[in-house]
C-alpha cells in the first residue's frame, strides 16, 4: 500500500521506518530540509535503538523516501498525521498550528477515497473540526492514536499492545478502517486488537491512557513520601500491590518522578480541555498529580543537601543522567537535567554525565559541569546522585568500584534502581526516594 507520513519527528520518522518494514511503500514528509537530509542518509536524526536499522532496510528496498515536498504524498492511499502538537508558550494547552499546517497543505493532492489518518496527540474535537475540510476533497479523515514510548518506539510501533482507529460514522468511515486494518495486517493477524471508535473517543483513548499513566507513577510517588514519613519502604511496597493482578507492577516504579516531551505536557492539555468542555472538576486531579510529580524534584534535592550535612555549595555532586529515561537522548523536561540545575543553582559543583544526551544537556545548561565517561564524573565526588537508570549505574556500577573513585560515599538513589544492601555493605550512605 502506498503511505505518506507528514512529519518526521519521534512518531512520523519512526512509523515510516516501521511501515516500509511492513512491505508498503512510505513517503516521510517535513518541513525540515536537514532532518530529511538525515533520514535519507539513513541515520536516525535522534537515539532511538534499532530506527538507523529499519531506516537503512527500507531506503535500501526501495520502498522509502524522504522529502520536503507535501506534492510527494499524492497517490498515498492513506496519510498519516504526524506532527507534533507541543504546550502553547504561556499556557497548558496545546498548540494545534502544526496539525492544522500538515492537513491544510495536504489538502490540494488528496484524491476522493483517500484516507488521512491523524496521529498526533491532539485535544478531543480536533478531528471533528478537521473533518469536513478533509470530506470536502473527498478524502476520510480518521485517527489513530499512537501510544509508542520513546526508546521502544520501533517495539511499540510494530507490535503495538493495542490498535485504536477513530472513524466518522458511515460507509466511508467504514472503509477507512478496513484500510488501516489492512495497513496494520501483520499486526492485527498475530492478535493485536483492533479497536474500531467514533473520532472523539480515539482521541480521548490517547489522553486518558496518559493521564492514567501519570497518575499510576504519581500515585506510588505519593505513597512514597508516606513512606517517608512513617518509616516504610515504597519500593516493598511497590512489589507488594504490583502482585494484585487488578494494580500490576509495571508504571510503579518510584522514584524523582515522570518528564519528556510527552507525559507532563499531555497531562495539562488534557486538563486544558477538560476545562474548555466545562469538566475541569473531572481531572482536578491531575493537577495533584503534577503537583506531586514536582514534589519529588524537590525532594531529591533536599536528599542530596541533608546527606552532605546541610550545605552543598562548593561541594562536588556527580549526577549520573540526564535523559528523562533510558534508551533516550531525550532532555525535554527532564527530571534528572532539573535536579542538577537545581543543585547548580544551590552552589554545588555539579558533574553531569550520560551516555546519550550529553550533547544535547550540554547545549540546553552550559553552567553544569560535564563527563564523558561515568568513571570521570565519580571521581572525587562528595556525593553521587543517579536520576537517570542506566544500565551503566544500575547493573554495571559496583558499589566497590565507585566506592575506589569517589571522596564520599555518599549515594542518593533518585530511581531506587540500586540494591540498598550491597551499597550499605560496601560502606555507602544508601538514601532512596520513600525508602528506609
Ligand atoms: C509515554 C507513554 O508511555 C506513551 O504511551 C505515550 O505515547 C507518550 O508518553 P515516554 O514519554 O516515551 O512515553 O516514556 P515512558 O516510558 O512512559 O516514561 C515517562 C516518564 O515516566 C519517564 O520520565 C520515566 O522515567 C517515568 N517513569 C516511568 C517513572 O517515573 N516510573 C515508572 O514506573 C515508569
Known amino acids: 500500500m502506498r503511505m505518506s507520513v507528514i512529519g518526521c519527528g519521534y512518531l512520523g520518522a519512526v512509523h515510516a521506518a516501521a511501515m516500509a518494514s511492513l512491505g508498503h511503500d512510505v513517503v516521510g514528509i517535513d518541513v525540515d530540509a536537514q532532518k530529511v537530509a538525515v533520514l535519507t542518509s539513513g541515520a536516525a536524526p535522534f537515539f532511538e535503538p534499532q530506527l538507523a536499522e529499519l531506516l537503512q532496510e527500507g531506503l535500501a528496498s526501495g520502498r522509502l523516501r524522504f522529502s520536503t515536498e507535501m506534492s510527494e504524498a499524492s497517490g498515498a492511499a492513506v496519510h498519516f ?60 479523515l480518521v485517527w489513530n492514536p499512537e501510544f509508542l514510548r520513546e526508546g521502544w518506539a520501533v517495539h511499540d510501533t510494530i507490535s503495538p499492545d493495542r490498535l485504536v482507529v477513530g472513524v466518522p460514522s458511515g460507509d466511508d468511515g467504514e472503509r477507512a478502517a478496513d484500510l488501516l486494518r489492512e495497513a496494520y495486517r501483520p499486526a492485527v493477524e498475530a492478535g493485536t486488537p483492533f479497536l474500531v471508535t467514533d473520532l472523539a473517543t480515539a482521541e480521548l483513548v490517547k489522553g486518558a491512557a496518559n493521564a492514567f499513566l501519570a497518575t499510576k507513577i504519581s500515585f506510588i510517588n505519593a505513597m512514597a513520601e508516606i513512606a517517608e514519613a512513617a518509616g516504610a519502604d515504597v519500593a516493598l511496597l511497590a512489589d507488594a500491590l504490583g502482585h494484585d493482578t487488578r494494580i500490576g507492577r509495571r508504571y510503579l516504579g ?45 525532594r531529591a534535592v533536599q536528599l542530596v543537601v541533608d546527606a552532605l550535612g546541610g550545605l552543598v555549595f562548593g561541594r562536588r555532586i556527580a549526577v549520573l543522567g540526564a535523559a528523562f529515561k533510558p534508551f533516550s537522548d531525550d532532555i525535554r523536561d527532564s527530571p534528572a537535567l532539573d535536579v542538577a540545575v537545581r543543585l547548580r543553582g544551590l552552589g554545588a559543583d555539579v558533574i553531569v554525565t550520560d551516555p546519550a544526551a550529553l550533547d544535547n544537556a550540554m547545549a540546553a545548561h552550559p553552567q553544569l559541569g560535564y563527563a564523558a565517561e561515568r568513571d570521570e564524573a565519580l571521581r572525587d565526588a562528595d556525593a553521587v546522585v543517579i536520576v537517570t537508570e542506566w544500565d551503566l549505574y544500575r547493573r554495571e556500577m559496583t558499589p566497590e568500584h565507585a566506592g575506589s573513585l569517589v571522596a564520599g560515599r555518599v549515594m542518593i538513589d533518585g530511581r531506587n534502581c540500586l540494591d540498598a544492601a ?6 555507602w550512605t544508601y538514601h532512596g526516594m520513600g525508602r528506609r
Request: net charge neutral; charged share 25%.
Open 254 to 298: 518510584s522514584g524523582i518522578g515522570f518528564g519528556g516531551g510527552c507525559l507532563p505536557k499531555d497531562i495539562r492539555a488534557f486538563a486544558a480541555r477538560a476545562e474548555e468542555l466545562g469538566r475541569a472538576e473531572a481531572v482536578g486531579f491531575l493537577r495533584e498529580v503534577d503537583s506531586i510529580n514536582l514534589r519529588r524534584r524537590d
Open 422 to 427: 550491597a551499597w550499605r555493605a560496601a560502606g
Open 81 to 140: 498525521i504526524a506532527v507534533g502538537t507541543p504546550q502553547i508558550s504561556g499556557g497548558h494547552a496545546a498548540d494545534l498550528r502544526f496539525v492544522d499546517a500538515a492537513v491544510d497543505a495536504l489538502l490540494p493532492h488528496l484524491r476522493r477515497g483517500d484516507v488521512v489518518a491523524g496521529k498526533s496527540t491532539v485535544p478531543v474535537g480536533t478531528a471533528e473540526r478537521l473533518s469536513t475540510a478533509v470530506a470536502d476533497s473527498g478524502a476520510t
